[in-house]
């Protein structure tokens, strides 16, 4: 009764209402929640099924989506965005379900879009572009770094693919190596120059993501300043310190808190830093960043466990009682504490109720978690209690979790 009568009432809400709600969605949520209901809402939701958008979708809604959804409405889709950022396997599963059948289950498809692949996925996806009439154009964004090896390799498959259809291709500043000169010239970027008074920063509407370089600032005043013109900010890249000092500013991250829904924490600059990124620090990070969705901690500095110890050669010792020591179901595996391992553990403890999407980290790790990394984060993790994919990613020696 409560179905029907809930039902009822969303269908009864004007378009005008209908669409002011889907503002605040996301595009593969609106997919989900609205297809089928009655013929009004499916054309009220037409630009929804035109261009869909898989950013920021979790593993079991790409799932649905893929088996469920977009072979249904695939005619109609016009514009394709796959997000390997936030749904940092969700290009494995898309090649799974649509890699040899692009062309039948996206006839009008006419632009694609890719987030954050590296170049080995992208030649992939690439060689499954074929036959499809109307595609011309494909977007890159946020590439890996691309191997000169690999180089020709993918240049060769962007202009061959799609059967030599592409007539643009379009990459942003972090796909390609861009030098931008001081007369250079751009009508939608607004050219900061360094006697620009920082209180008079203009608005930074457009402003999303701020990653940080070079040596840490003793004056937090300067980024106080582009923080408060950035008001859209929502992803933070920066060397563990220089994290740590903002945290430290109470002020700061209170609007962090609000704000931030990406975090990249990356090696400090240099050797010599005054404090760096252990199991202390990550319950507060996890209740500063109570907005955050997509998380990278950047491990090398740690060392991985020991090696596996069978059970025969466990010694009774004060410092063998010190480890942690989880049960394996053929041998017992030691993970240390301050150890990348219990790193691993300790992120995903701290940050259960974050509902994380995606989760990357690099670092020294032990051979079984590179090896068979789905199921030692079952054995030893939270993860056991819900739904995931993980792999350890050689070419960019991370592990990446979709949730």
């Not at 799974?96 to 006419?110: D, H, N, V, Y």
């Not at 796909?175 to 209180?199: A, G, M």
């Not at 590179?370 to 592990?399: G, P, S, Y």
Request: aromatic share 10%; net charge negative.
């Amino acid at each position: 009764m409560a179905t029907s009568c809930n039902k009822s009432t969303l269908e009864t809400f004007p378009d005008e209402i209908l669409l002011e709600f889907c503002k605040y969605l996301l595009c593969t949520d609106i997919l989900i929640s609205f297809t089928g209901l009655n013929y009004r809402i499916t054309q009220m939701i037409t630009q929804y099924r035109r261009d869909v958008s898989l950013h920021k979708t979790s593993l079991s809604k790409s799932t649905y989506l893929c088996i469920n959804i977009l072979p249904q409405i695939g005619s109609q889709v016009r514009s394709l965005l796959i997000d390997c950022c936030y749904s940092v396997l969700q290009d494995e599963l898309f090649i799974k379900c649509f890699g040899q059948k692009m062309s039948i289950t996206f006839p009008k498809l006419e632009r694609i879009s890719l987030v954050s692949y590296e170049d080995n996925q992208l030649i992939a996806l690439l060689d499954s572009l074929h036959d499809l009439n109307n595609l011309v154009e494909i977007r890159l964004y946020g590439l890996f770094d691309i191997s000169e090896t690999n180089q020709s390799t993918v240049v060769r498959s962007l202009f061959q693919a799609n059967n030599h259809r592409l007539t643009t291709i379009l990459l942003d500043d972090q796909s390609t190596f861009l030098s931008f000169h001081q007369n250079d010239s751009y009508v939608n970027i607004i050219r900061l120059k360094e006697q620009c008074p920082l209180p008079h920063i203009p608005k930074l509407s457009r402003l999303l993501k701020v990653r940080f370089y070079g040596s840490i600032p003793s004056d937090l005043n300067h980024f106080s300043f582009v923080l408060n013109a950035a008001s859209n900010l929502v992803r933070l890249d920066l060397p563990f310190e220089f994290l740590w000092q903002l945290i430290e500013d109470q002020q700061i991250r209170h609007v962090l808190g609000q704000r931030i829904t990406s975090l990249f924490i990356l090696g400090n600059a240099t050797n010599q830093s005054s404090v760096t990124f252990n199991e202390e620090h990550v319950p507060i990070i996890a209740s500063t960043f109570f907005r955050v969705h997509l998380l990278y901690a950047n491990l090398i500095h740690l060392p991985h466990s020991p090696i596996a110890i069978p059970n025969d050669n466990i010694i009774e010792d004060s410092t063998v009682e010190s480890l942690l020591v989880h049960a394996c179901q053929q041998k017992d595996e030691v993970v240390s504490p301050c150890s990348s391992e219990s790193m691993v553990i300790c992120l995903l403890r701290e940050f259960k109720e974050h509902r994380l999407i995606g989760l990357g980290i690099s670092g020294e790790f032990f051979e079984k978690l590179k090896t068979d990394t789905k199921q030692w984060l079952q054995h030893h993790t939270i993860l056991c209690e819900q739904q995931f994919e993980a792999v350890f990613n050689n070419n960019i020696r991370q592990i990446l979790i979709w949730m």
